[in-house]
């Protein structure tokens, strides 16, 4: 059983161009979560995911950010018009429940993301 | 701001002593935490968890302790190893979202260096 994969690992773009980051969760598992992190700092939630449906949002920026858990096919967290900020590793990990259910949520290895 | 947050940035400790990090809370109600260890290039990975039933709870080499009275816990790594020089992270579900999911909260991180 594989793992969260994320891709691609590492990831550069110029300012103004779009960032596709992708996560492939664990098999069996329907929730997603993106988390961000800056160097030398803690994860910091963006968004939460099941199937076709964004649950929770409340940590994505109001503008240029987007993400999706499509029926098939892995979560894209997308990021338009990158800046200098946005340079960071944007870490994906799924579940087949919620902690209250007693599932562990399982990381990726991350997308570093570098804004040149 | 965050519930979560750790005493020191950085720990270092001689190969095969035990080391401790520390991680303070501040909302009382907090009834479920857990350790991640994240090694230099890696996602977060599960260590050992505590619900606040439980002052103490014991893993291979790890015990993390739970004091409510001043809601702070600790990880204990014993013997330690040079392959547990990582960042490590306290970190809690979001409790109080109404979307009944549990995105984690996380604290700054503390580095443990393994000094051979």
């Known amino acids: 059983n594989a793992g969260v994969m994320q891709n691609p690992r590492h990831l550069v773009r110029r300012r103004g161009q779009e960032a596709r980051l992708r996560c492939s969760p664990m098999k069996g598992h329907s929730h997603v979560y993106w988390y961000r992190q800056l160097p030398e700092e803690g994860l910091k939630f963006m968004v939460y995911l099941q199937k076709e449906n964004i649950i929770d949002e409340s940590g994505m920026p109001k503008e240029r950010f987007s993400a999706e858990f499509p029926k098939e096919g892995p979560s894209i967290l997308r990021i338009q018009q990158v800046v200098r900020g946005d340079s960071a590793a944007y870490f994906c990990a799924s579940a087949a429940g919620t902690a209250s259910m007693n599932t562990e949520a399982f990381f990726g290895q991350g997308t570093r993301l570098t804004v040149v | 701001g965050e519930s979560v947050g750790l005493h020191l940035p950085t720990l270092s400790v001689q190969e095969g002593d035990n080391s401790i990090i520390n991680c303070a809370y501040s909302n009382s109600a907090s009834d479920y935490f857990i350790w991640y260890k994240q090694e230099s290039g890696k996602g977060p990975q599960f260590i050992i968890d505590i619900r606040s039933n439980m002052d103490k709870r014991q893993g291979q080499r790890v015990t993390v302790l739970l004091n409510k009275t001043v809601k702070h816990l600790s990880l204990q790594i014993a013997a330690t190893q040079p392959g547990d020089s990582a960042v490590y992270f306290c970190?809690?579900?979001?409790?109080?979202?109404?979307?009944?999911?549990?995105?984690?909260?996380f604290g700054t991180g503390t580095r443990l260096t393994i000094i051979p």
């Open positions: 970190a809690e579900p979001d409790r109080v979202s109404n979307f009944g999911n549990e995105k984690l909260t």
